[in-house]
Protein backbone atom coordinates (compact mmCIF):
# COMPACT_ATOMS: atom_id res chain seq x y z
CA UNK A 1 0.00 0.00 0.00
CA UNK A 2 1.68 3.21 -0.95
CA UNK A 3 2.26 6.00 1.76
CA UNK A 4 3.70 9.53 1.96
CA UNK A 5 6.94 9.67 3.28
CA UNK A 6 7.46 10.29 7.25
CA UNK A 7 8.53 14.24 5.90
CA UNK A 8 4.66 14.31 4.14
CA UNK A 9 2.83 15.79 7.42
CA UNK A 10 -0.39 15.07 5.25
CA UNK A 11 -1.84 11.57 3.42
CA UNK A 12 -4.17 11.52 0.50
CA UNK A 13 -7.53 11.08 3.17
CA UNK A 14 -6.82 14.26 5.05
CA UNK A 15 -6.08 16.04 1.92
CA UNK A 16 -9.47 15.24 0.20
CA UNK A 17 -11.03 15.96 3.55
CA UNK A 18 -9.49 19.71 3.56
CA UNK A 19 -10.72 19.63 -0.11
CA UNK A 20 -14.46 18.79 0.28
CA UNK A 21 -14.44 20.90 3.62
CA UNK A 22 -12.43 23.94 1.30
CA UNK A 23 -15.13 23.23 -1.12
CA UNK A 24 -17.97 23.53 1.67
CA UNK A 25 -17.11 26.42 2.79
CA UNK A 26 -16.46 28.45 -0.08
CA UNK A 27 -19.76 27.05 -1.36
CA UNK A 28 -21.74 28.29 1.73
CA UNK A 29 -19.43 31.69 2.47
CA UNK A 30 -21.19 33.12 -0.95
CA UNK A 31 -24.60 32.08 0.36
CA UNK A 32 -24.17 33.73 2.83
CA UNK A 33 -23.75 36.62 2.16
CA UNK A 34 -26.33 36.94 -0.58
CA UNK A 35 -28.91 35.87 2.59
CA UNK A 36 -27.69 38.55 4.73
CA UNK A 37 -25.51 41.44 3.02
CA UNK A 38 -24.94 44.88 4.62
CA UNK A 39 -28.60 46.37 2.71
CA UNK A 40 -30.13 43.57 4.80
CA UNK A 41 -29.66 44.77 7.89
CA UNK A 42 -32.04 46.96 9.83
CA UNK A 43 -32.50 50.85 8.82
CA UNK A 44 -30.06 53.08 10.08
CA UNK A 45 -30.28 57.42 8.90
CA UNK A 46 -31.72 60.53 10.19
CA UNK A 47 -35.68 59.11 9.52
CA UNK A 48 -35.22 56.28 11.75
CA UNK A 49 -36.07 57.30 15.81
CA UNK A 50 -38.20 54.73 17.79
CA UNK A 51 -38.96 57.56 20.55
CA UNK A 52 -40.94 60.07 17.47
CA UNK A 53 -42.03 57.10 15.90
CA UNK A 54 -44.52 55.07 18.58
CA UNK A 55 -46.50 58.32 19.08
CA UNK A 56 -47.25 58.21 15.47
CA UNK A 57 -47.92 54.33 15.42
CA UNK A 58 -50.57 55.30 18.16
CA UNK A 59 -52.26 57.72 16.02
CA UNK A 60 -52.18 55.77 12.47
CA UNK A 61 -53.87 52.76 14.81
CA UNK A 62 -56.78 54.78 16.28
CA UNK A 63 -56.98 56.90 13.03
CA UNK A 64 -57.18 53.96 10.94
CA UNK A 65 -59.78 52.48 13.07
CA UNK A 66 -61.76 54.86 12.88
CA UNK A 67 -61.70 55.80 8.78
CA UNK A 68 -62.01 51.83 8.67
CA UNK A 69 -65.41 51.84 10.60
CA UNK A 70 -66.70 54.73 8.67
CA UNK A 71 -65.84 53.87 5.49
CA UNK A 72 -67.44 50.26 6.30
CA UNK A 73 -70.38 51.23 7.90
CA UNK A 74 -71.86 54.21 5.96
CA UNK A 75 -73.92 51.96 3.24
CA UNK A 76 -75.10 49.91 5.83
CA UNK A 77 -76.93 53.29 7.45
CA UNK A 78 -79.27 53.94 4.06
CA UNK A 79 -81.88 55.32 6.76
CA UNK A 80 -79.94 57.97 6.93
CA UNK A 81 -78.01 58.38 3.82
CA UNK A 82 -80.85 57.43 1.62
CA UNK A 83 -78.97 58.00 -1.78
CA UNK A 84 -77.00 54.95 -0.50
CA UNK A 85 -79.59 52.79 -0.81
CA UNK A 86 -78.37 50.17 -4.02
CA UNK A 87 -81.42 50.53 -5.97
CA UNK A 88 -79.95 54.54 -6.44
CA UNK A 89 -77.79 55.72 -9.04
CA UNK A 90 -74.96 57.17 -6.82
CA UNK A 91 -74.85 53.54 -5.11
CA UNK A 92 -73.65 51.98 -8.27
CA UNK A 93 -71.39 54.97 -9.17
CA UNK A 94 -69.91 54.73 -5.38
CA UNK A 95 -69.80 51.03 -5.77
CA UNK A 96 -67.55 51.51 -8.83
CA UNK A 97 -65.24 54.16 -7.33
CA UNK A 98 -64.60 52.07 -4.51
CA UNK A 99 -64.23 48.62 -6.87
CA UNK A 100 -61.39 50.95 -8.74
CA UNK A 101 -59.71 51.25 -5.18
CA UNK A 102 -59.58 47.53 -4.71
CA UNK A 103 -58.54 47.04 -8.36
CA UNK A 104 -56.00 49.61 -7.37
CA UNK A 105 -55.02 48.17 -4.35
CA UNK A 106 -54.35 44.61 -5.82
CA UNK A 107 -52.52 45.76 -9.14
CA UNK A 108 -50.55 49.11 -7.45
CA UNK A 109 -49.49 48.09 -3.88
CA UNK A 110 -49.63 44.65 -3.02
CA UNK A 111 -48.63 42.72 -5.63
CA UNK A 112 -45.33 45.49 -6.47
CA UNK A 113 -44.72 44.75 -2.46
CA UNK A 114 -44.48 41.26 -3.42
CA UNK A 115 -43.01 41.21 -6.24
CA UNK A 116 -39.90 43.58 -4.20
CA UNK A 117 -40.10 40.68 -1.04
CA UNK A 118 -39.56 37.50 -3.56
CA UNK A 119 -36.87 39.11 -5.54
CA UNK A 120 -35.03 40.69 -2.83
CA UNK A 121 -30.94 40.15 -2.91
CA UNK A 122 -31.22 39.22 0.96
CA UNK A 123 -32.83 36.00 -0.57
CA UNK A 124 -31.31 33.31 -1.93
CA UNK A 125 -30.14 33.50 -5.44
CA UNK A 126 -32.20 29.50 -5.49
CA UNK A 127 -34.85 29.61 -6.01
CA UNK A 128 -36.00 32.64 -5.36
CA UNK A 129 -34.19 34.97 -8.47
CA UNK A 130 -34.83 32.05 -10.63
CA UNK A 131 -38.41 31.61 -11.01
CA UNK A 132 -41.43 34.43 -10.63
CA UNK A 133 -43.11 33.30 -7.66
CA UNK A 134 -45.16 35.95 -6.66
CA UNK A 135 -46.78 36.05 -10.45
CA UNK A 136 -47.32 31.96 -9.64
CA UNK A 137 -48.74 32.69 -6.40
CA UNK A 138 -50.66 35.48 -7.63
CA UNK A 139 -52.58 33.60 -10.16
CA UNK A 140 -52.93 30.02 -8.09
CA UNK A 141 -54.94 32.41 -5.26
CA UNK A 142 -57.11 34.17 -8.56
CA UNK A 143 -57.80 30.21 -9.94
CA UNK A 144 -58.52 29.06 -6.56
CA UNK A 145 -60.64 32.25 -5.41
CA UNK A 146 -63.08 31.11 -9.23
CA UNK A 147 -63.50 27.84 -8.01
CA UNK A 148 -64.34 28.68 -4.63
CA UNK A 149 -67.15 31.44 -6.44
CA UNK A 150 -68.49 28.94 -8.88
CA UNK A 151 -68.24 25.57 -7.32
CA UNK A 152 -70.44 27.56 -4.52
CA UNK A 153 -72.71 28.88 -6.58
CA UNK A 154 -73.22 25.74 -8.69
CA UNK A 155 -73.64 23.69 -5.62
CA UNK A 156 -76.57 26.25 -4.46
CA UNK A 157 -78.24 26.45 -8.18
CA UNK A 158 -78.24 22.30 -8.62
CA UNK A 159 -80.09 23.03 -5.14
CA UNK A 160 -82.61 25.15 -6.24
CA UNK A 161 -83.15 23.54 -9.20
CA UNK A 162 -83.68 20.31 -7.72
CA UNK A 163 -86.85 21.32 -7.01
CA UNK A 164 -88.23 22.62 -10.53
CA UNK A 165 -90.48 19.63 -11.21
CA UNK A 166 -91.50 19.67 -15.45
CA UNK A 167 -95.16 19.52 -13.90
CA UNK A 168 -94.33 22.81 -11.89
CA UNK A 169 -92.63 24.74 -14.58
CA UNK A 170 -95.54 24.02 -17.00
CA UNK A 171 -98.42 25.42 -14.58
CA UNK A 172 -95.91 28.05 -14.27
CA UNK A 173 -95.93 28.64 -17.81
CA UNK A 174 -92.19 28.44 -18.20
CA UNK A 175 -90.10 25.59 -19.86
CA UNK A 176 -87.51 23.69 -17.38
CA UNK A 177 -84.70 25.38 -19.65
CA UNK A 178 -85.19 28.80 -19.27
CA UNK A 179 -86.06 28.80 -15.65
CA UNK A 180 -82.75 26.73 -15.42
CA UNK A 181 -80.93 29.69 -17.76
CA UNK A 182 -82.19 32.50 -15.92
CA UNK A 183 -80.72 30.77 -12.71
CA UNK A 184 -77.78 29.93 -13.82
CA UNK A 185 -77.44 33.68 -15.18
CA UNK A 186 -78.45 35.46 -12.46
CA UNK A 187 -75.31 36.70 -11.21
CA UNK A 188 -75.23 38.93 -14.32
CA UNK A 189 -78.50 40.29 -13.02
CA UNK A 190 -78.94 43.27 -10.01
CA UNK A 191 -81.39 41.63 -6.71
CA UNK A 192 -83.12 45.22 -6.75
CA UNK A 193 -83.12 45.82 -10.27
CA UNK A 194 -85.28 42.47 -10.01
CA UNK A 195 -87.46 44.09 -7.45
CA UNK A 196 -87.94 46.60 -9.95
CA UNK A 197 -89.02 44.90 -12.16
CA UNK A 198 -91.82 43.17 -10.11
CA UNK A 199 -95.17 43.95 -12.41
CA UNK A 200 -92.94 43.38 -15.68
CA UNK A 201 -91.77 40.21 -16.73
CA UNK A 202 -91.65 37.87 -13.78
CA UNK A 203 -94.91 38.71 -12.39
CA UNK A 204 -96.45 35.85 -13.57
CA UNK A 205 -93.72 33.61 -11.63
CA UNK A 206 -93.47 34.53 -8.12
CA UNK A 207 -91.78 30.85 -7.11
CA UNK A 208 -89.61 30.79 -9.53
CA UNK A 209 -88.52 34.67 -9.43
CA UNK A 210 -87.91 33.88 -5.68
CA UNK A 211 -85.85 30.85 -6.34
CA UNK A 212 -83.49 33.34 -8.74
CA UNK A 213 -83.42 35.76 -5.50
CA UNK A 214 -81.97 33.19 -3.42
CA UNK A 215 -79.35 32.50 -6.32
CA UNK A 216 -78.47 35.50 -6.55
CA UNK A 217 -78.01 36.57 -2.66
CA UNK A 218 -75.95 33.53 -2.57
CA UNK A 219 -74.19 35.41 -5.04
CA UNK A 220 -73.84 38.15 -2.80
CA UNK A 221 -72.85 36.73 0.13
CA UNK A 222 -69.79 34.44 -1.77
CA UNK A 223 -68.54 37.71 -3.05
CA UNK A 224 -68.87 39.80 0.18
CA UNK A 225 -66.90 37.10 2.06
CA UNK A 226 -64.43 36.14 0.02
CA UNK A 227 -63.71 40.08 -0.47
CA UNK A 228 -63.47 40.21 2.85
CA UNK A 229 -61.08 37.58 3.60
CA UNK A 230 -58.31 39.30 0.74
CA UNK A 231 -58.51 42.62 2.31
CA UNK A 232 -58.03 41.11 6.36
CA UNK A 233 -54.91 38.89 4.71
CA UNK A 234 -53.55 42.02 3.08
CA UNK A 235 -54.81 44.76 6.05
CA UNK A 236 -52.78 42.64 8.88
CA UNK A 237 -49.64 42.28 6.77
CA UNK A 238 -49.47 46.28 5.53
CA UNK A 239 -50.44 46.82 9.73
CA UNK A 240 -47.75 44.74 10.45
CA UNK A 241 -45.19 46.47 8.93
CA UNK A 242 -45.78 49.62 9.80
CA UNK A 243 -45.77 48.77 13.46
CA UNK A 244 -43.23 47.59 13.14
CA UNK A 245 -41.10 50.24 11.61
CA UNK A 246 -39.23 53.18 13.18
CA UNK A 247 -38.80 55.15 10.28
CA UNK A 248 -41.03 58.53 10.71
CA UNK A 249 -40.54 59.42 7.71
CA UNK A 250 -42.41 56.35 6.05
CA UNK A 251 -44.94 56.51 8.83
CA UNK A 252 -45.93 59.75 7.97
CA UNK A 253 -46.39 59.09 4.74
CA UNK A 254 -48.49 55.70 5.21
CA UNK A 255 -51.13 56.96 7.99
CA UNK A 256 -52.72 59.34 4.92
CA UNK A 257 -52.49 56.84 2.54
CA UNK A 258 -53.66 54.11 4.84
CA UNK A 259 -56.67 56.22 6.06
CA UNK A 260 -57.86 56.95 2.63
CA UNK A 261 -57.30 53.23 1.58
CA UNK A 262 -59.32 51.88 4.27
CA UNK A 263 -62.15 54.46 4.33
CA UNK A 264 -63.21 53.43 0.17
CA UNK A 265 -62.22 49.71 0.40
CA UNK A 266 -64.54 49.78 3.36
CA UNK A 267 -67.30 51.41 1.08
CA UNK A 268 -67.07 48.90 -1.40
CA UNK A 269 -66.96 46.00 1.12
CA UNK A 270 -69.90 47.55 2.61
CA UNK A 271 -71.53 47.77 -0.45
CA UNK A 272 -71.01 44.17 -1.03
CA UNK A 273 -72.25 43.37 2.44
CA UNK A 274 -75.25 45.69 2.19
CA UNK A 275 -76.27 43.61 -0.83
CA UNK A 276 -75.94 40.63 0.64
CA UNK A 277 -78.69 41.12 3.25
CA UNK A 278 -77.12 39.86 6.10
CA UNK A 279 -78.65 39.19 9.73
CA UNK A 280 -77.64 41.85 11.39
CA UNK A 281 -75.42 39.94 13.77
CA UNK A 282 -73.41 38.94 10.70
CA UNK A 283 -73.02 42.22 9.48
CA UNK A 284 -71.94 43.39 13.19
CA UNK A 285 -69.00 40.59 12.51
CA UNK A 286 -68.33 41.51 8.90
CA UNK A 287 -67.93 45.09 9.55
CA UNK A 288 -65.66 44.49 13.55
CA UNK A 289 -63.44 42.27 11.77
CA UNK A 290 -62.09 44.63 8.30
CA UNK A 291 -62.11 47.53 10.89
CA UNK A 292 -59.65 45.90 13.63
CA UNK A 293 -57.48 44.27 11.49
CA UNK A 294 -55.25 47.04 10.14
CA UNK A 295 -55.23 48.34 13.52
CA UNK A 296 -54.76 44.89 15.04
CA UNK A 297 -51.33 44.43 12.31
CA UNK A 298 -49.99 47.30 13.72
CA UNK A 299 -50.41 46.85 17.58
CA UNK A 300 -48.57 42.96 16.45
CA UNK A 301 -46.00 44.98 14.78
CA UNK A 302 -45.30 47.45 17.68
CA UNK A 303 -44.93 44.34 19.98
CA UNK A 304 -42.54 42.08 17.69
CA UNK A 305 -40.46 45.76 16.57
CA UNK A 306 -37.89 44.03 18.71
CA UNK A 307 -37.33 40.93 16.88
CA UNK A 308 -39.24 41.09 13.66
CA UNK A 309 -36.77 41.69 10.85
CA UNK A 310 -38.76 43.40 7.85
CA UNK A 311 -35.73 41.86 4.92
CA UNK A 312 -35.27 38.84 7.00
CA UNK A 313 -35.53 35.95 4.81
CA UNK A 314 -38.71 34.00 6.78
CA UNK A 315 -39.97 37.81 6.88
CA UNK A 316 -39.76 38.07 3.40
CA UNK A 317 -40.80 35.26 2.13
CA UNK A 318 -44.35 34.45 4.56
CA UNK A 319 -45.44 38.44 3.80
CA UNK A 320 -44.34 38.07 -0.20
CA UNK A 321 -46.71 35.09 -0.49
CA UNK A 322 -49.54 36.49 1.53
CA UNK A 323 -49.20 39.80 -0.61
CA UNK A 324 -49.23 37.90 -3.88
CA UNK A 325 -52.41 35.43 -2.44
CA UNK A 326 -53.99 38.56 -1.53
CA UNK A 327 -53.60 40.52 -4.62
CA UNK A 328 -54.65 37.76 -7.24
CA UNK A 329 -57.74 37.84 -4.90
CA UNK A 330 -58.20 41.27 -5.01
CA UNK A 331 -57.76 41.51 -8.49
CA UNK A 332 -60.10 38.61 -9.21
CA UNK A 333 -62.98 39.93 -7.56
CA UNK A 334 -62.72 43.49 -8.48
CA UNK A 335 -62.38 43.15 -12.15
CA UNK A 336 -64.97 39.76 -12.24
CA UNK A 337 -67.54 39.76 -9.19
CA UNK A 338 -67.88 43.78 -8.82
CA UNK A 339 -67.05 45.55 -12.19
CA UNK A 340 -68.18 42.77 -14.75
CA UNK A 341 -71.03 41.70 -13.03
CA UNK A 342 -72.13 45.28 -12.83
CA UNK A 343 -70.77 46.66 -16.07
CA UNK A 344 -72.47 43.81 -18.00
CA UNK A 345 -75.64 43.83 -15.56
CA UNK A 346 -78.98 44.78 -17.18
CA UNK A 347 -79.14 48.00 -15.07
CA UNK A 348 -75.81 49.57 -16.34
CA UNK A 349 -75.81 48.26 -20.16
CA UNK A 350 -79.28 49.97 -20.37
CA UNK A 351 -78.05 53.39 -19.47
CA UNK A 352 -75.32 54.62 -21.32
CA UNK A 353 -75.27 57.30 -19.08
CA UNK A 354 -74.60 55.70 -15.91
CA UNK A 355 -72.21 53.61 -17.40
CA UNK A 356 -69.49 56.24 -18.18
CA UNK A 357 -70.12 58.04 -14.72
CA UNK A 358 -69.15 54.08 -13.57
CA UNK A 359 -65.90 54.34 -15.88
CA UNK A 360 -64.96 57.68 -14.69
CA UNK A 361 -65.36 56.64 -10.95
CA UNK A 362 -63.37 53.39 -11.86
CA UNK A 363 -60.72 54.95 -13.17
CA UNK A 364 -60.71 57.57 -10.65
CA UNK A 365 -60.91 55.45 -7.90
CA UNK A 366 -58.07 53.24 -9.37
CA UNK A 367 -56.06 56.45 -10.13
CA UNK A 368 -56.04 57.74 -6.40
CA UNK A 369 -54.96 54.43 -5.47
CA UNK A 370 -52.18 54.33 -8.17
CA UNK A 371 -51.32 57.98 -6.65
CA UNK A 372 -50.93 56.92 -3.63
CA UNK A 373 -48.05 54.32 -4.07
CA UNK A 374 -46.00 57.24 -4.27
CA UNK A 375 -46.13 57.14 -0.78
CA UNK A 376 -47.61 53.94 0.62
Known sequence: MAVFSSSSPLNRPTIFSFFILFLTVSLI???????????????????VDKSKAQPLKIVALFSILATSVIGVSLPLFTSAFPALQPDRDIFVVVKAFAAGIILGTGFMHVLPDSFDMLSSDCLPETPWHKFPFTGFVA???????????????????????????????????VSPASAADSEMGIFAASHFHGHSHDQGHHHHHPEFKGEIINSQLLRYRVVAMVLELGIVVHSVVIGLSLGASDNVCTIKGLVAALCFHQMFEGMGLGGCILQAEFSRMKKVVMVFFFSVTTPLGIAMGMGLSRTYH??????????????????????????????????MGAKLQGRVKLQIKSYVAVILGAGGMSLMAKWA
Not at 142 to 170: E, N, Q, R, W
Not at 320 to 331: C, E, F, V, W
Open 310 to 343: DNSPTALITVGILNASSAGLLIYMALVDLLAADF
Open 29 to 47: IPHAHSVAPQECTRETGSC
Open 139 to 173: MLSAIFTLMVDSLTTSIYSKKCHAGISPAKAAAEG
